[in-house]
């Protein structure tokens, strides 16, 4: 769905022919289309790009993903107005060298590629991401190791997702007033999350 | 219609222990004014632990750069949050300096209920283990009362304020009048027991002593465990000033609540050498009010009414009203905490907690206690408890995709930690007094904290490590992690001690009952009355000596001696 689209269907209310179900992750798209208008520090292709891997990391499945709960515009809204200048800088470096990578591998930007070979980039940035973290016992950095960018990402994106009503909810089920305590109840099986497309 | 001026008693601060002389003194009939520097606070609109993280702009990141400019020390709390952030003051507004090489960290909170908005609930009984101490060490000076002196008060406090645990009968820390206890989880429940084993019950766990309803109390609700405490409870299930004493003192007819007040000092009559009232700069519109009363209570907290004496010198009282002694000021204690370990409590995987209890557990002091430690005195407990891993671990982790999704769906492993909080020794050499130069907001001269550990206090955060580590290991803990981090004074937020109760006019400030010695209708019943530190959290007891305070206060206004 496009953003005109969107705006064309939210301004007749056809939205409200909707089924409920459906009308809620309608919104939801919507609002992470929205969203893009209004992005401060990524521009379109590098949402593009952080948008895709935020949904590799937290995909749709029988509960919203992280592109449903607008992941990007959250992480955008951090660049923007959360993180110091240097870790922006960093971040943005990172993103731009996911694109080096995956076009001397496979002659692609990172959203371009093939769903097997941005599989393959997250592994390998999942690889340098255990391998930095075992390096900052021993060599002091710059930084944290965990402020080099795929370790952002993934805190950003699981933040945005887990905090967000549906990751809360839906995901998690949350309450936020649970009425009574218990210590030790057993726990309800963990269902099965198919992966829709 | 002019304001009135004069009333039976003033009360200065309305926390903790403000909000208890209000209760206290305006039961007994007197016609009561209690003087708040901070702005009023509506539960229905400030009080915010229903707001979900889906609906704060950083989702419970905090607005950073605008905290790193405005509150660069009260955001180093780990109450200070995106919620409650407004709890506690601006920094800019209340500058406080410290000595070269020693840090303080200074937590405060300006606003009606003052950081009983904000408290971490915790309540413990002291034990003549900690009022006969420093007679026992030949250190400070002796407490003027005992245990069976405050008893009958903490009975009293305890049964209005509600307070949850499990009676044990230890003699080093006191049962309370309990309301039902909260429940451990099952990694608790397993420590607990293994722990029982095989230290001989001289090392017990019980679940943390909490001013926390748990059944219904005084037109207040029990706790519904929805998490978040330190951002209000608009059941008021925990106590604070808001939820319980100042509603208690308005049903009277005889509280007058002033926000916007900051006092600036204490009037002193010389020829009567009674306090006369209380000096204010109203916030708002910047003017300087007097107030008086017959009796004065100093409830502002250890350091601000140690300020105010401070700034309230005279001719007779050059160095600070009330300091024939020359204590005033000095003495400063916190606990020192940031000592223990973390560890991976295998079993009970298919089990989980319910609700969000907020409430810990609590291991009572055992050094010291039976057998004498040889590298330090006194001792200190043990907070923490039992809890699963959330998605956060996930951050760290290579994973993605649907099966990862699924992982972070369930819980991570139980682990396991043990806090320590340690008992501070009073030292003449740790002290505040004001600046020379520095003012806050209002013109007053803001405080020069000069506070370090003693050897005696980082040998305690040393023990707690190993000690801590110890027992995990005795309880078939895996992935143990020991820490014993260097944080400075101040940020246990329990200081206290610089206007020390004693039996000598010549070496402390205030008598057994919380009354200056040298100015008999001013009552100093925060913190600052302290003589000793204990190692259990020192709010209860705050409540308790002013409850007492007040109450000879009335008695003695019967009598015609104040």
Known sequence: ?197 | MSEQTSYDAIVVGSGITGGWAAKELTEKGLKTLVLEAGRPIVPEQDYVEHVPTWEVKFRGLGDRKKQLADQPIQSTCYACDEWSSKFFVSDKENPYTTAQGKPFRWIRGRQVGGRSITWGRQSYRWSDLDFEANLRDGIGVDWPIRYADIAPWYDYVEQFAGITGEALGLQQLPDSKFLPPMELNCTEKLVRERVSKHFGGERVLTIGRAAILTKDLNERAACHYCGPCERGCITRSYFSSINATLPAAEKTGRLTLRPFSVAHSVIFDSKTRRAKGVRVIDANSRATLEFHARVVFLCASTLESTRLLLNSSTPEFSSGLANSSGELGHNVMDHIKAGGADGVIPGNEDRVEFGRRPNGVYMPRFRNVKSKHPDFLRGYGFQGGGYREGWERGISQTGFGADFKKFLRGPGPWRFSFYGFGECLPSHDNYVELDTEKVDAWGIPALKIHSAWSKNELALRHDMAITASEMLAAVGATDIRPFALDEPPGFSIHEMGTARMGRDPKTSVLNSYNQAHDVKNLFVTDGGAMASSSCVNPSLTYMALTARACDYAVQQMKKGDI
């Open chain 1, 1 to 197: 769905m496009r953003r005109r689209e969107v705006l064309q269907i939210l301004a007749t209310g056809t939205a409200l022919q909707l089924a409920p179900s459906k009308l809620l992750m309608f919104l939801r798209e919507a609002r992470a289309l929205i969203d893009t208008s209004s992005l401060r520090t990524l521009d379109a292709h590098q949402d593009a790009t952080v948008k895709a891997m935020a949904e590799m990391i937290i995909p749709r499945t029988d509960t919203p993903g992280a592109t449903d709960v607008g992941a990007s515009a959250f992480i955008d809204l951090m660049l923007s107005e959360w993180y110091d200048d240097d870790d922006r800088t960093r971040f943005l470096k990172g993103l731009a060298d996911v694109d080096s990578q995956t076009r001397a591998l496979f002659g692609k930007d990172f959203v371009d590629c093939a769903a097997a070979q941005q599989r393959d980039m997250l592994r390998t940035l999942g690889e340098k991401m255990i391998e930095e973290s075992a390096e900052q016992s021993r060599v002091e950095h710059e930084f944290p190791s965990d402020m080099s960018f795929y370790p952002m990402l993934r805190r950003l994106t699981l933040t945005a997702y887990y905090t967000s009503e549906a990751g809360a909810t839906d995901e998690l089920h949350f309450e936020m007033i649970p009425g009574r305590f218990a210590g030790c109840q057993s726990a309800s099986p963990i269902k099965e999350v198919p992966e829709q497309k």
